[in-house]
């Protein structure tokens, strides 16, 4: 797409002044998974910005030019808003609900949560409900996404309360290398089977995976297909039987990882390098990495995880209006057009996807590649598992006989061996 430095900087710091923002305030719930809850806060208005704007964010959603100057959505923010950003990155979803619940939640504003970070969050009461005639776009939002009658949307509407507004969206793919991994793979099995077609894998030592807990999704959804017996029918929604099962799975690929990634650009050196041949990966790695590597991206047969990302305000947001007038912001079509380009991700709204195909250059559908998400298609977006938070309580007749996501952490150090 275009050859840019691999390491994103983060976004300067300046300052300005002002102040208020009107908000119910009500007592939450403690649960981990996010229902049952009353908002610990909500914003209904927005008044006077007070200058400055702290965010977490995943790298590459808060570009201000520093890295390549044709990608700058902060700073017009900057000037139409009098709000000066600087922002924390975060490299998991479990370091983001850590960063978020720092200072009693007074020490930023909001965070792009995915959906295993922001169910936390709604049930812990660090981040706020908010009003959402506060944002006309919203109208716009991808159905399965809508606030309203969303289908996909329970990673941050629960119980009738809207907590934030709908960002990002897109796959955990199968990156490889084209002049190694041969035929093009069309299933995970090169990722997690020690033999392939009776042989040793050929791609042992030389792959990789997301280094989270969360990773335990990617190997279960394998299972569902490849294990009928055990009777997955949600990869985050696993009995203990079912968890043992996607565990030991991932711990026969681990002797098989040259190394895990956390930190994308680490995938991204180790595809440029050679040291890594195939490995999940998100669209920004893909991007990265084919400007100086063979890479594609695969969608292979038994499905993919991925993510809806969602921008929250803190419940004890020290800049709540600043807050609110970048949720706005981010739903613009063109700026999240230019997110879209830049990411390689879909954005929620779906009037982008026509900024993005000028973008581009062409008038194609955008159906021709993974790396946008099938930007505007509510089909893609179904099909795919969005990241949640795995909660004892199954979601279904089985009752409270699933594993929350504390045990998951228990069995990633398992696996990990740390």
Not at 121 to 140: C, K, M, Q, T, Y
């Amino acid at each position: 797409m275009r050859t840019v430095s691999r390491w994103l900087a983060i976004v300067g710091v300046l300052a300005m002044v002002a102040a208020a923002c009107s908000s119910d305030s009500s007592s939450s719930s403690t649960t981990d998974g996010g229902s049952g809850v009353t908002p610990a806060k909500t914003y209904s208005s927005i008044g006077t910005n007070e200058g400055e704007l702290n965010l977490i964010a995943w790298n590459g959603y808060t570009e201000d030019g520093s890295v390549d100057k044709n990608f700058d959505w902060v700073t017009p923010f900057e000037q139409q808003s009098g709000c000066q950003v600087t922002v924390k990155y975060a490299d998991t979803s479990d370091e983001m609900v850590t960063l978020m619940r720092q200072g009693g939640g007074a020490t930023y504003d909001g965070v792009s949560a995915s959906g295993d970070a922001s169910n936390r969050l709604i049930a812990g009461g660090d981040v706020g409900a908010v009003a959402p005639s506060l944002f006309p776009e919203l109208s716009n939002v991808i159905a399965p996404l809508s606030p309203t009658d969303g289908t996909n949307n329970a990673h941050y509407v629960v119980d009738g309360n809207v907590y934030g507004t709908p960002w990002m969206y897109g796959p955990n793919f199968l990156m490889y290398n084209k002049d190694v991994v041969k035929p093009a793979p069309t299933s995970w099995d090169i990722t997690f089977e020690t033999t392939l077609n009776g042989q040793p894998n050929p791609y042992a030592g030389k792959l990789t995976a997301y280094d989270s807990a969360i990773f335990i999704a990617d190997a279960a959804m394998y299972l569902k297909t490849h294990q009928p017996d055990l009777g997955i029918t949600d990869p985050y929604e696993l009995t203990t039987d079912q968890l043992n099962a996607a565990v030991d799975l991932l711990k026969q690929q681990s002797s098989m990882i040259g190394k895990y990634w956390a930190l994308y650009t680490d995938e991204i050196d180790g595809f440029v390098d050679g040291s890594m041949v195939a490995g999940t990966a998100w669209p920004i790695n893909l991007s990265y990495a084919e400007a100086d590597a063979p890479v594609d991206a695969a969608q292979p047969t038994e499905g993919m995880t991925g993510w809806a990302d969602t921008w929250m305000i803190s419940a004890n947001a020290p800049h709540p209006n600043c807050m609110l007038s970048w949720m706005k912001y981010s739903l613009d079509p063109k700026v999240q057009s230019e997110v879209e380009y830049w990411y390689g991700a879909a954005g929620s709204n779906t009037a982008s996807c026509a900024d993005l195909k000028k973008l581009l250059g062409k008038d194609a559908d955008l159906a021709d590649t993974l790396r946008y998400g099938y930007c505007g298609d509510a089909g893609f977006l179904n099909a795919l598992y969005l990241w949640k938070t795995p909660q004892a309580n199954c979601g279904d007749s089985r009752g409270d006989t699933c594993v929350d996501y504390s045990v998951w952490q228990q069995k990633w150090t398992e696996i990990r061996g740390a």
